[in-house]
């Protein structure tokens, strides 16, 4: 079991918006503006989309978008495209015995 | 260009040893802080150590404390994960990757653990 929850999946289609939750707790995500969202292509490494609750590396589309209320972390991906489709991780700092906890992971799928 | 690349996967029996090694170029090693997440077949990711970039500050997820031991050589580049007391739940792609303070910025493709019998 995941230390944050994610749904397991989502779905939309081309050009619609979406949003992924990511539920933690006050030692994870309440604690701390350090959540960061992973994007992972079947068969690829995890890429960094989102950091810092809500800012874009360099070179990550403006379409992909971070919020955090309370205990609650989220990913919004505007204008949906077929290359979105992928699994979603997110991540954060955390004051218990470990020191990252991931979620559980989301996988989009783009209809 | 920042390349990280894990070796040492390999299919091993339950109560086995491993040491993974991870290559790092493209950037300065030695004041990095780096880590390793592995990833179950089909499962999500999961961390599992951290280290400083002096290696004299290290951590450890439950699962793994007491029988993994993350090190490295900053004079080699490199990123080490000693394996050992391997269980079948252990099986996993092992990634190093990078840790900045915008999170963990770069991956590696990972190397492959197998734990059977």
């Known amino acids: 079991q995941s230390a944050l929850t994610q749904p397991a999946s989502v779905s939309g289609s081309p050009g619609q918006s979406i949003t992924i939750s990511c539920t933690g707790t006050?030692?994870?995500?309440?604690?701390?503006?350090?959540v960061s969202w992973y994007q992972q292509h079947p068969g690829k490494a995890p890429k960094l989309i989102i950091y810092?609750?809500?800012n874009r590396p360099s070179g990550v589309s403006y379409r992909f978008s971070g919020s955090k209320s309370g205990n609650t972390a989220s990913l919004t991906i505007s204008g949906l495209q077929s290359e979105d489709e992928a699994d979603y991780f997110c991540?954060?700092?955390?004051?218990?015995?470990?020191?990252?906890?991931f979620g559980g992971g989301t996988k989009l799928t783009v209809l | 260009e920042v390349q990280l690349v894990e070796s040492g996967g390999d299919l091993v029996q339950p109560g086995g040893s491993l040491r993974l090694s991870c290559a790092a170029s493209?950037?300065?090693?030695?004041?990095?802080?780096m880590n390793w997440v592995r990833q179950a077949p089909g499962k999500g990711l999961e961390w599992i150590s951290y280290?400083?970039?002096?290696?004299?500050?290290?951590y450890y997820a439950d699962s793994v404390q007491g029988r993994f031991t993350i090190s490295r050589d900053n004079a080699k580049n490199s990123l080490y994960l000693q394996l050992s007391s391997l269980r079948a739940e252990d099986t996993a792609l092992y990634y190093c990757?990078?840790?900045?303070?915008?999170?963990?910025?770069?991956w590696g493709q990972g190397t492959l653990v197998t734990v059977s019998s």
């Open positions: 990757a990078r840790e900045t303070v915008t999170g963990f910025d770069h």
């Open positions: 493209g950037f300065t090693f030695r004041t990095s802080e």
């Open positions: 280290i400083n970039s002096g290696g004299d500050i290290t």
């Open positions: 006050t030692s994870d995500i309440g604690a701390y503006n350090y």
């Open positions: 810092d609750v809500n």
């Open positions: 991540c954060s700092y955390t004051k218990s015995n470990s020191y990252v906890v």
